[in-house]
Antibody, heavy 119, light 110 residues
Framework: QLHLQESGPGLVRASETLSLTCSVS??????????WGWIRQPPGKALEWIGA???????YYNPSLNSRASISVDTSQNHFSLELTSVTAADTATYYC???????????WGQGVVVAVSS | QSVLTQPPSASGTPGQAVTISCSGS????????VSWYQHVPGTAPRILIY???QRPSGVPDRFSGSWSGTSASLAISGLQSDDEADYYC???????????FGGGTKLTVL
């Protein structure tokens, strides 16, 4: 059974880069059975998809992030990472990582990590 | 503003049934499989339904999914107090080349 755990700083200064890591156990980030993604939830708002990296190496991002997001996979560490540049208060959120199935669903989700952007 | 429209709230009394709708378009629900998630703030979202109407093992059969054209629905029967949560639909959008989530529906069990 896959298990995912997010990690990273809980506080990031405005205009700097937010960096998060999702550690995967119970499976391999190099597996062709899944793709790997990040989703966030700002306080009081809905879930928002950030991006996903596929087995082919192709990466898709939410256009609303204006090219600020970057997702990469490290098979040697069995984790994948998110970098979000030029953060603002609007990037304050709980960030979740999850594997996606090609048939179109996300399971299981990590517990989430709260990130606040300070001015 | 999400490309998937859900009612912001729904409610029912214990034992009742409730249905939550998710309205999209031909570029998302009309062409890709919908999944549904239950989310209690502060916890990991939980998958309820995948590929429109399939229920993962461990999810009670009180939860069911359906879809038609560009809309999908999640039905919950025999409401229980611990069903109080936020519910989200999600699907791949071919125009956006990305995943979209609905705006979420907050379910209150009165």
């Amino acid at each position: 059974q896959l298990h995912l755990q997010e990690s990273g700083p809980g506080l990031v200064r405005a205009s700097e880069t937010l960096s998060l890591t999702c550690s995967v156990s119970g499976g391999s980030v190099g597996s062709s059975s899944y793709f790997w993604g990040w989703i966030r939830q700002p306080p009081g708002k809905a879930l928002e998809w950030i991006g996903a990296v596929y087995y082919s190496g192709r990466v898709y991002y939410n256009p609303s992030l204006n090219s600020r997001a970057s997702i990469s996979v490290d098979t040697s560490q069995n984790h994948f990472s998110l970098e979000l540049t030029s953060v603002t208060a609007a990037d304050t959120a709980t960030y979740y990582c999850a594997p996606g199935y090609n048939s179109g669903w996300w399971f299981p989700w990590g517990q989430g990590v709260v990130v606040a952007v300070s001015s | 503003q999400s490309v998937l429209t859900q009612p912001p709230s729904a409610s029912g009394t214990p034992g009742q049934a409730v249905t939550i709708s998710c309205s999209g378009s031909t570029s998302n629900i009309g062409s890709s499989a919908v999944s549904w998630y239950q989310h209690v703030p502060g916890t990991a979202p939980r998958i309820l339904i995948y590929i429109n109407d399939q229920r993962p093992s461990g999810v009670p059969d009180r939860f069911s999914g359906s879809w038609s054209g560009t809309s999908a629905s999640l039905a919950i029967s025999g409401l229980q107090s611990d069903d109080e949560a936020d519910y989200y639909c999600a699907v791949w959008d071919a125009d956006m080349h990305g995943w979209v989530f609905g705006g979420g529906t907050k379910l209150t069990v009165l």
